[in-house]
Nanobody
Framework: QVQLIESGGGLVQAGGSLRLSCAASGRTFDSTTMGWFRQAPGKEREFVAAIRLSGGSTYYDSVKGRFTISRDNAKNTVYLQMNSLKAEDTAVYYC???????????????WGQGTQVTVSS
């Protein structure tokens, strides 16, 4: 089993920055892709960004140029650096792990409990 623990969420002013971290533990051998999803009240969970073990990554269009995903394989940790935050970025952010680099939540096998990000305008 793989356990994922997110941290770094909080309240930030619009235009500010925040860095989320997700630490993975357990049997992570097959979890070669780690990603971030978010869910705002009344909305579907949506893809934010994902990164492969090799370093290749992909982003949802609305966050391109503002968010950067990275990982430290030695520490089994993935990061999401969020810059130029907007009120529309407000959501619960979830860390996920799976075997494929994909935007579909159903393709990920493990999930963290989420961390709240609130951007005030």
């Amino acid at each position: 089993q793989v356990q994922l623990i997110e941290s770094g969420g909080g309240l930030v002013q619009a235009g500010g920055s925040l860095r989320l971290s997700c630490a993975a533990s357990g049997r992570t051998f097959d979890s070669t892709t780690m990603g971030w999803f978010r869910q705002a009240p009344g909305k579907e969970r949506e893809f934010v960004a994902a990164i492969r073990l090799s370093g290749g990554s992909t982003y949802y269009d609305s966050v391109k140029g503002r968010f950067t995903i990275s990982r430290d394989n030695a520490k089994n940790t993935v990061y999401l650096q969020m810059n130029s935050l907007k009120a529309e970025d407000t959501a619960v952010y979830y860390c996920a792990a799976g075997g494929l680099l994909a935007p579909q939540a159903t393709l990920y096998d493990y999930w963290g409990q989420g961390t709240q990000v609130t951007v005030s305008s």
